[in-house]
């Protein structure tokens, strides 16, 4: 694959990782060779093809390398890799009594889509690791900041008090359940052997056994029927790698408003610099969150739109998912690498997040006064009662506190203190943190 994500220019920027490498061409002439030679294996198990000449094409499967750049011409003219690899792997096998059986009652479109399950199960596994050791530090800094108060924004206002690692904890849950989706994910990936129209008709009556077996020889989930057309497969794991890359995005979005230069309530362990002004510290990790999040929706799209393949089998949509699930796939790989050092190197400036309460004016407990006057007046008439003291104390430049207690002696003062106007946010941040913990430590 080609593209930014691609680039060494840019690979620390958007770091692919092992997940870049799944989608290289030698990963993908891999996987269908590994296919063909399973594929050979259980024909020859069956009596399908002769039992010597399985075992010379499954071997020849894992010793042969074939270069992909000699596939590309006739790739072009085919609009597919697989007849080129199969004349190459049987050339490159100098067996033809044996070579004549490699690919045996298969199409195209069975070994390119087995092989992407093989390398999507790999890929699901990687975002796995990658998604434990993001819970993991999400859930320390839960633990930690349970009771750490800083003012909640809702509409970009301050609304009332929470506490950090209640905020640490809304940006795990999402996470916690996209990673408890995966072991599913990765058992539905189905193998594929349904021939040249999806009927089978090569393979004979004994089509279903074949398919079983080899879903069974490479670990795949047998569909029990033709999926050319259905690309649910591929369309399922598109949208779960959308979401997870929106709920990365969300992390960084907030992580840019609160390192921004007038709140600096965290501190981001690797800012960026700028060219010409050297006071600038860049949050580009939780940029490229954002970034990344923006282009993985895009491709979703464009993904998802491809999922209606017209007839028995589709060259223009098939074609648009060789576009479209790559670069996807690398770039929630991307996402995972930035936020993990994003969350993991973050540093909580507890003193910024005092700040901006104490510089609050006490209005943050305006809707706890409000409900703390419902002993004495309705709910009505103690939103009305606070409203204009609010505005009262916007006006003056008080404190909500002072003129609370001055028309109302018997309230409680606590009411005002951040520290015990919290709420169920240390229960918040506690229970996620052992949620994470628990889901983690299989």
Do not use: C
Request: glycine share 8%; net charge negative.
């Amino acid at each position: 694959m080609t593209g930014t994500i691609a680039s060494p220019l840019y690979a620390h920027l958007f770091p692919a990782g092992d997940v870049g490498r799944l989608f290289t061409d030698s990963a993908e002439v891999r996987a269908m060779m590994i296919v063909e030679g399973a594929l050979a294996k259980v024909q020859g198990a069956a009596g399908t093809i002769p039992e010597l000449s399985a075992a010379a094409i499954h071997r020849a499967s894992l010793e042969l390398q074939i270069d992909p750049g000699g596939l590309a011409r006739a790739t072009g003219e085919n609009g597919v890799p697989v007849p080129s690899l199969v004349a190459a792997f049987r050339d490159a096998m100098q067996a033809p009594e044996h070579a004549q059986y490699l690919h045996w009652g298969a199409t195209s479109q069975d070994i390119v889509d087995t092989g992407l399950m093989l390398r999507l199960r790999q890929v699901l596994g990687h975002y796995g690791d990658a998604l434990d050791r993001l819970l993991d530090a999400l859930a320390g800094l839960a633990e930690t900041h349970a009771r750490t108060p800083m003012a909640a924004r809702t509409y970009g206002q301050h609304a009332t008090p929470t506490a950090f690692g209640a905020v640490a904890a809304s940006w795990g849950w999402p996470l916690l359940t996209l990673r408890a989706e995966i072991p599913a994910l990765i058992d539905a990936l189905p193998v594929s052997l349904s021939g040249a129209a999806g009927t089978a008709e090569a393979l004979g009556p004994e089509a279903p056994v074949l398919r079983a077996a080899l879903a069974e020889a490479l670990g795949l989930a047998d569909p029990g029927h033709s999926w050319h057309t259905d690309r649910t497969p591929v369309t399922a794991v598109a949208a779960w790698i959308a979401r997870a890359a929106s709920a990365l995005a969300k992390i960084g979005e907030d992580l840019i408003l609160a390192a921004q230069s007038d709140v600096r309530e965290v501190r981001l362990a690797q800012a960026g610099g700028s060219s010409t002004m050297p006071q600038k510290q860049n949050p580009v990790a939780p940029s490229a969150l954002v970034a990344l999040a923006a282009q993985a929706h895009g491709l979703n799209a464009t993904l998802q739109g491809a999922g209606a393949h017209r007839q028995q089998r589709d060259g223009a949509a098939w074609f648009t998912e060789w576009l479209t699930l790559p670069p996807l796939a690398q770039a929630l790989a991307a996402a995972l690498a930035r936020a993990e050092e994003a969350v993991g190197g973050l540093e909580i400036d507890a003193a910024a997040m005092e700040r901006v309460l104490s510089e609050s004016q006490g209005l943050l407990a305006a809707e706890a006064l409000s409900f703390a006057l419902t002993a004495r007046m309705s709910r009505p008439e103690a939103q009305a009662e606070v409203k204009a003291l609010v505005r009262e104390v916007v006006a003056t430049g008080g404190h909500l506190r002072d003129a609370a207690l001055a028309k109302w002696p018997e309230i409680d003062s606590g009411l005002f203190d951040p520290h015990v106007e919290l709420g169920q946010a240390p229960a918040e941040a506690h229970a996620f943190a052992a949620a994470a913990r628990q889901a983690t430590a299989r």
